[in-house]
């Protein structure tokens, strides 16, 4: 295996991880900017105002986009499976 391969596959796997993080955070983003937009208008500043509704924002978002980051992962490492003779031999 060369350095080439192994920086490779270490770019595929940042890239695969960005991809299954972001619609994650960028939910968490929006609720979070939301909730403080209606924080700062009603001057309510309880933590669990803020808490809640991005738990609830985010199952929400992993339940919808469950099945779409499993695939992506699945075929990631299947693809790492299938590369493993060509790796090693």
């Known amino acids: 295996m060369t350095p080439d391969t192994v920086i ?3 770019r595929q796997g940042l890239n695969i991880t960005v991809l299954l993080a972001a619609p994650l955070l960028l939910a968490a983003l929006a609720a979070g900017l939301f909730i403080g937009m209606f924080q700062a208008a009603t001057q309510i500043q309880d933590m669990t105002l803020s808490f809640i509704p ?3 924002v985010l199952v929400v978002v992993l ?3 469950g099945p779409w980051m499993l695939r992506h992962l699945l075929d990631f490492t299947r693809q790492l499976f299938e ?3 060509l790796l090693v031999g």
């Open 63 to 65: 339940g919808m986009m």
């Open 83 to 85: 590369m493993i003779p």
């Open 54 to 56: 991005k738990l609830v």
């Open 8 to 10: 490779e596959l270490g």
